[in-house]
Every structure is written in C-alpha cells, then in structure tokens.
C-alpha cells in the first residue's frame, strides 16, 4: 500500500512563510514525479507545484515565485517551501505521486494551511 504522509500545516499570517514535508517509500519517490495539490472550500483542486524525477518543475501562475517544490533523494521526502503567504492561499494541500502514464496516481491525505489576514 503506497503511503504519502504530510507534515507541515497549520496557521500563519499573510506575508508569512510555511513548509510542507511530504514523506514515502523509496520505490514510490525514486520512480515518480512528486507533486501538491490543494483545495480551497468550495473550490476545484489545483496543482500548485511539480517536479520530475530529472528535476523538471512546474507551477501555476498564482503560486509562481513564492512557491518552491524540492526534492531530498536521500529522506525520500518532497517539500513545498511556502512564501509571502496570502489568504487566498487557505486551502487542504495533498501531496502526491504519479508518472506520464497516469498523474496524479497516489494521494496523502491532506494537510490544513490558513492564511490569515
């Protein structure tokens, strides 16, 4: 059973900052792209960063420069480095795992973030 465990959530002020751990096995972090997602209340969930195994990354525009995926091979952990923190940044932030063929495939079971103003 593939397991990704969060860590990291909790309460902040805008303009802070956060870290979110997202920790596996090594066969799941070795042979996939890791990623986070998150969903506001009432919202659709949104990718918010990605990153390949050969250290390609992605993000969409919201987050783009106050957001920060990476990768540590040897904790098989990925973190998501939150900066300059809004509130509409509040949302349930899940970590996941996939491949070309099929992403996202696995999912923790979220972490809570709030922003508040």
């Known amino acids: 059973q593939v397991q990704l465990v969060e860590s990291g959530g909790g309460l902040v002020q805008a303009g802070g900052s956060l870290r979110l751990s997202c920790a596996t096995s090594?066969?799941?972090?070795?042979?996939?792209?890791m990623g986070w997602y998150r969903q506001a209340p009432g919202k659709q969930r949104e990718l918010v960063a990605e990153?390949?195994?050969?250290?390609?990354?992605n993000y969409p525009d919201s987050v783009k420069g106050r957001f920060t995926i990476s990768r540590d091979s040897a904790k098989n952990t990925v973190y998501l480095q939150m900066s300059s923190l809004k509130p509409e940044d509040t949302a349930v932030y899940y970590c996941?795992?996939?491949?070309?063929?099929?992403?996202?495939?696995?999912w923790g079971q979220g972490t809570q973030v709030t922003v508040s103003s």
């Open positions: 996941t795992a996939g491949s070309f063929a099929e992403w996202p495939r696995y």
């Open positions: 090594r066969s799941v972090f070795s042979a996939n792209t």
């Open positions: 990153m390949s195994l050969v250290g390609f990354t």
